[in-house]
Antibody, heavy 117, light 112 residues
Framework: QVQLQESGPGLVKPSETLSLTCTVS????????WSWIRQSPGKGLEWIGY???????KYNPSLKSRGTISVDTSKNQFSLKLSSVTAADTAVYYC???????????WGQGTLVTVSS | QSVLTQPPSVSGAPGQRVTISCTGS?????????VHWYQHLPGTAPKLLIY???NRPSGVPDRFSGSKSGTSASLAISGLQAEDEADYYC????????????FGGGTKLTVL
């Protein structure tokens, strides 16, 4: 049973880079697609992007090229970097396994990241 | 504003049946893309409830069912139980804006 766990700083200053890591256990990261999703306070879910284990990635156009997702197969981890953050990037960030048929399962528990000085 | 539209809230008494709608357009649900549903209890990992419009993952009770027609989809929950109180989200794919996955705004289910 694949499980995912997000980790990273819970507080990031405006204009800095948000960095999160998702650790995959119970299965190899070297198959499937892997994704980041976020939920801002009081708002719905927003897909940030996804990466294939080979390293090819795609991002939500709304991020305006601020996002970078990478994968480390030796550690069974994938990561998210979001640059030039503002208060609007405050959210609970989830990692998830992404099916080639466009659904997410399973998800991590999520981690709250607050952007504030 | 979400690309897929869901009612903000629905409610029902234990044992009743409720439905949650998910309305899209010709660039997503109406274009033939599958709809998936998730159950989310705050503080926990969202859980895949229905995939490919009508399919239940192993372990999901058959009280949960999904359907799709035209530019809309629905999640039905029968025999409502207190533990069903949660937020529910629909998700599909949209072929505008370079093609991207999109979510509904979420529906809060209250069991009275």
């Amino acid at each position: 049973q694949v499980q995912l766990q997000e980790s990273g700083p819970g507080l990031v200053k405006p204009s800095e880079t948000l960095s999160l890591t998702c650790t995959v256990s119970g299965g190899s990261i070297s198959i499937y697609y892997w994704s980041w999703i976020r939920q801002s306070p009081g708002k719905g879910l927003e897909w940030i992007g996804y990466i294939y284990y080979s390293g090819s990635a795609k991002y939500n156009p709304s991020l305006k090229s601020r996002g970078t997702i990478s994968v480390d197969t030796s550690k069974n981890q994938f990561s998210l970097k979001l640059s030039s953050v503002t208060a609007a990037d405050t959210a609970v960030y989830y990692c998830a396994k992404y099916s080639s048929r466009n659904w997410f399962d399973p998800w991590g528990q999520g981690t709250l990241v607050t952007v504030s000085s | 504003q979400s690309v897929l539209t869901q009612p903000p809230s629905v409610s029902g008494a234990p044992g009743q049946r409720v439905t949650i709608s998910c309305t899209g357009s010709s660039s997503n649900i109406g274009a033939g893309y599958d709809v998936h549903w998730y159950q989310h209890l705050p503080g926990t990992a969202p859980k895949l409830l229905i995939y490919g419009n009508t399919n239940r993952p192993s372990g999901v009770p058959d009280r949960f069912s999904g359907s799709k027609s035209g530019t809309s989809a629905s999640l039905a929950i029968s025999g409502l139980q207190a533990e069903d109180e949660a937020d529910y989200y629909c998700q599909s794919f949209d072929n505008s804006l370079s093609g991207w996955g999109v979510f509904g705004g979420g529906t809060k289910l209250t069991v009275l």
